[in-house]
């Protein structure tokens, strides 16, 4: 009987190869995330390596977000073209080379110049990995699935804060780079061999063959496969749409504003919070334990994004969230302004607590809006979507830590002002975007 793919997975149980799909493509993004934090971990010991002041290292550190800026979207836009496995393959030699690479810097600009190079293959990763996951999985478990997979860069940040300081005193910061980006390759290169390309793809390609191979892992391969022509894939024509299609422009304009608003604040907080905390009075490995808890509970928050958002909407999800994140803004500011010289045991575990609910909360919100677009927009452009936001985000990201040094050179309060600020933006998504995802009691009923 001739029908979709994701027809055919409609109703039927989850296969040993989608869930495999599924663990590739977190793992994956675990070790983008341990690649893209190694660096702000050990930050402290590179400035007293090379005699530079925080400031200066700025640009090392905004580096590999101007290279995901261009990365998300050329990446998306790559996966859209010849593929996404294809395109995360390459992107994980990318990040995992560039991270090599740097172990051999001796400068700002070198470090610079390889971290922007490595944030080409960071950007690409991840819609890549949203994009492969969703063509994968059926409607019902894709909010599920992608805040499983969307926790791959907390669950590598929590990972890198936990193994560094056992990596640092015996080989270094420079070994710590060369094991974890052999790693990347290794992982990438084990699952371009395993996984294959998601057969919607292949057959919006004109690739019937390949479609029909690559679906018999998870249907009856006597299936016929037809080109998906479902809701927001077409507009009304019959003929796929673009990421700049008219019906994709709220979602563009709300994905724009409050993506870019989460991107800078988590970035903001993950690659300033060891210098902020040191400057405060914390030893290195009490400030490295912020990151920890950073991982940790950007982890909770990531796999709470997909039931809380299935189940009372991405809407009352988004303000209740933002919400969040402005007040605990507000209130670790407080806290670190009024701290003392010499933080007690208690003021110090208040603070790491508060730094990493404050990246907890922001995760939540990242994979939310991660889960939005999945299912916000079309397959013809999912992949290119996905990657469009991304880069939007970067651009406040950048700045910010670009310019975060700069801001707690000024002072703390400086920082913390600039961090309310752009929380307040988070709010944004909830009234402009008009593809939310709709609470599980409104799902049955007609939109």
């Keep these: 009987m001739p029908m979709t793919f994701s027809a055919a997975i409609a109703r039927a149980p989850l296969r040993p190869f989608q869930v495999t799909v599924a663990l590739f493509a977190l793992l994956l993004l675990v070790f983008d995330g341990v690649d893209l934090q190694s660096l702000p971990l050990v930050t402290p010991p590179i400035l007293e390596e090379w005699g530079i002041d925080r400031a200066a290292f700025g640009p090392a550190l905004a580096a590999s977000l101007f290279g995901m800026g261009f990365g998300s979207i050329l990446g998306g836009m790559l996966g859209d073209r010849i593929g996404r496995l294809r395109t995360l393959f390459l992107a994980c030699l990318i990040f995992g080379a560039a991270t090599i690479s740097a172990s051999f810097t001796h400068d700002v600009w070198q470090m610079s110049a390889v971290r922007a190079l490595g944030g080409l293959g960071f950007g690409a990763a991840y819609p890549n990995a949203l994009a492969l996951v969703s063509d994968w999985v059926p409607d019902r478990w894709r909010a599920h699935t992608v805040s499983l997979v969307s926790i791959g860069i907390p669950v590598g940040i929590s990972v890198s804060a936990a193994v560094m300081p056992y990596l640092l005193p015996n080989y270094g910061w420079r070994g710590a780079f060369i094991a974890f980006g052999s790693a990347s390759i290794v992982l990438g290169t084990l699952a371009f061999a395993l996984l294959r390309e998601p057969p919607p793809f292949l057959l919006a390609k004109g690739k019937a063959e390949a479609a029909r191979r690559s679906a018999a892992k998870v249907i009856d391969p006597a299936i016929e496969l037809l080109p998906e022509t479902v809701g927001a894939n077409e507009d009304g024509t019959g003929e796929s749409i673009g990421i700049f299609h ?101 003021e110090r575990m208040f603070i790491i607590l508060l730094e990493g609910l404050a990246v907890g909360l922001v995760s939540m919100m990242i994979t939310v809006f991660y889960v939005v677009m999945a299912q916000g927009y079309p397959t013809s452009c999912r992949s290119g979507g996905i990657g469009f936001v991304i880069t939007s985000g970067r651009l406040f990201s950048i700045a910010m830590v670009y310019y975060g040094g700069t801001l707690l050179n000024m002072g703390s309060a400086w920082y913390f002002g600039v961090l309310t600020v752009i929380a307040m933006l988070v709010f944004a998504a909830a009234f402009i975007i008009d593809r939310q995802v709709r609470p599980a009691r409104k799902q049955e009923q007609p939109a």
Excluded at 273 to 281: K, R, Y
Excluded at 317 to 333: K, P, Q, R, S
């Design 246 to 346: 008219p019906s994709n422009r709220k979602l563009n304009i709300g994905m724009v504003i409050s993506f870019s608003a989460t991107t800078t604040l988590v970035y903001g907080l993950l690659n300033w919070t060891t210098v902020l905390l040191t400057s405060a009075g914390f030893t290195l490995a009490q400030a490295q334990q912020a990151g920890v808890w950073q991982g940790i509970l950007s982890i909770v928050g990531g796999l709470s994004a997909g039931l809380t958002t299935r189940t009372f909407g991405s809407r009352a999800v988004t303000m209740v969230g933002a919400a969040l994140i402005l007040a605990n803004i507000l209130a670790l500011g407080w806290m670190v302004e009024n701290i003392g010289a010499a933080p007690s045991a208690d």
